[in-house]
């Protein structure tokens, strides 16, 4: 569970958003060591510490708030583009277009100023990003996964699956709600951070993956391979949905992949 406090940040974060020393530079909070005993002062202190606290996580909010908003459309552009890409895992012709999807991840996930690699494998490659600027504070690893289903049968499409449509509100396309949409908005909450704030309130690791809609098992090798390097403290799974508009859920289970083949055989 991650406590609220722990995205407080302490007295030697640094200073309100907005104001000099925000971004990067750490500069205490100041106090009055005030009068009365120790533990007046202490108790005194604590209080203006929390205030201080609540007060610099409100602000950030805003600014982050804001920085979604101003690029909601840029945002919805960029989602759209990478749903366009048909990365079918389990289709070798569409080989490139895997490629390509995870190489506009990795590209976005620099731009958003992390650091951000290719991993080939075997099979499709993994996506793997970091930021680490905030020490002593908790590790999120974020998964995802760029891949998508075969779009076939076409039939019962009421609009082409590569190419996002709004109806009624909603997007529609292949991947657009597994899991590009999910993990693209893990990214954005980076990026809004990043660039609203100059920082993120926790440590945060994305890898990314293009063999989920097969069962790949290359994830599965280098994150047995790679335990130092993806530690963390809490693990978020993009692949998840919510119930409605404005309400999120959290999943605190998944199904896994069972392949079944029945053969029907019935009378004429
Ligand atoms: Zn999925």
């Keep these: 569970m991650l406590y609220w406090g722990d995205l407080l ?28 005993n120790a533990t007046q002062r202490a108790t005194s202190w604590n209080l203006q510490n929390v205030w201080h606290s609540e007060r610099w996580l409100l602000m ?31 289709q070798p012709d569409h080989d490139p277009d895997t490629q390509r999807a995870a190489t506009f991840v990795r ?23 970091e930021w680490l600027g ?14 998508v289903q075969p779009p076939e049968p076409l039939e019962p499409w009421l609009s082409p699956p590569f190419e996002p449509t709004i109806r009624d509100g909603n997007l529609y396309a292949r991947g657009a709600t597994d899991d590009k949409g999910q993990m693209f908005t893990h990214l954005k909450a ?3 951070w990043l660039k609203a704030t100059g920082s993120l309130p926790v440590n945060v690791k994305f890898l ?17 391979e790679h335990r130092d390097r993806l530690a963390c403290d809490y693990a978020v799974i993009s692949d998840t949905s919510q119930f409605a508009p404005g309400m999120p859920a959290i999943t605190y289970g ?3 992949l069972a392949l079944d083949k029945k053969k029907l055989e019935a009378k004429k």
Excluded: C, M
């Design 9 to 36: 940040p302490g007295p030697d974060w640094g200073d309100l958003p907005g104001q000099a020393g925000f971004a990067g530079e750490t500069r205490p909070f100041t106090q009055d060591p005030g009068s009365g």
């Design 60 to 90: 950030a909010l805003e600014q982050v708030d804001a920085y979604l908003e101003k690029h909601r459309d840029h945002f919805e552009a960029q989602l759209k583009d990478l749903i366009r890409i048909p990365s079918v895992s389990a």
């Design 107 to 129: 590209d976005d996930l620099a731009a958003i100023g992390l650091k951000a690699e290719l991993i080939s494998t075997q099979r499709h490659p993994l996506v793997y990003a």
């Design 134 to 147: 905030a020490p002593g504070k908790p590790t999120l690893l974020v998964y995802g996964h760029y891949d």
């Design 190 to 192: 980076a990026q809004a």
């Design 208 to 224: 990314i993956e293009g063999e989920e809609e097969i069962g790949g098992v290359n994830l599965e090798t280098y994150v047995a």
């Design 254 to 256: 998944l199904k896994g």
